[in-house]
């Protein structure tokens, strides 16, 4: 049995002082140059600015004057589905559309767009436009004993192969995203590979099964994206909600996510981008590439769909987001 006693007093050296600390004199105090201070700010990305303004008033100034909002993407598509080389870039948020012609582009299809998932299983490290993009691409050779990854930059002549022992044979590999310097590659029973480009390795990750992957038919889309290091995939099933997990790299688990944290994910299947700090209404939602329904929406926290989803290709191979041009005047 318990019973209630009358604490008694704590001997002198299990007591807590309190610690009595002159403060350095002003001229004391190092202080962050400010020019020093906006370029270690500018280098931060959305999440680590804005913890970051919380410091000081200082802080909170320059981090604001430096931080980089992402604009909204656009939709990239064929003109009246040719293969003639116009294609159209959509402002959905302005409802405005410019006519383009690209003569590389005559006669081709979309295989990806910076990140994606295609039968080769292709993609960026960034924009193909930067020197130092580098092209990767995953042979999916299911039932060979090997995989076979090759890469290339802009300036290479010959693409460098690289072959390993198939781990999973057997299992197809569906998508894949770059980040934080490594390809991420997921099978459709939810397997996780990792190619490091840098040090030429490929592993498998030690990923519990997730029962949601193995539902898949052939009108289910995976889908791969990325946010600051996060990786996230979408399920989705002609006339049923999407749904959305995350990676738990600490645990090696997929968690299924009913919000975001304030991301917007805008999913196509040549390549999907999340997008963070727009506005309230707009956090939580993810909106699918098809040109005809503009306001169609899913909202992952309350579940609601802003109108019905198109049921046939409201994930059309055709159709993509892609990040607007830096200057549109000569559109």
Known sequence: MCSATTP?????DLTVKPIVQALPAQSSIHIIPSE?????????????NIHASLVCKTWFQVAVSVRKLQPRPWLFYQMNG???????????LRSQAYKVYFSDLKDHEFSCSKDGCTDIVLTFSEAPTSSSCLVISLNDRSICSSIEIATWRPGETLWTTHRFENLLPGRRWKSCVFSNGVLYCL????????FDPSRATWNILPVEPCPA????????????TEHEGGIFVMLTIRNKNPLMFKLNLK??????????GGLTVFASHPTSLTRAGLSV??????YPSHNGHLGVYYSLGDGIIS????????LSNRIAWVDPPHNNFNL
């Open 82 to 92: 040719e293969a003639d080389g116009d294609y159209v870039l959509l402002d959905r």
């Open 36 to 48: 020093l201070l906006r370029d270690i700010l500018s280098r931060l990305g959305l999440k680590a």
């Open 187 to 194: 099978t459709t029973f939810s397997n996780i590979g990792i």
């Open 251 to 260: 645990r090696n688990a997929w968690e299924e996510k009913r919000e975001l």
């Open 8 to 12: 008694s007093l704590l001997p002198e």
């Open 307 to 314: 109108s019905r989803f198109p049921s046939s290709n409201y």
């Open 281 to 286: 209404e707009e956090r939580n939602r993810i």
């Open 213 to 224: 992957f193995f539902q898949v038919d052939l009108c289910r889309r995976v889908l791969m």
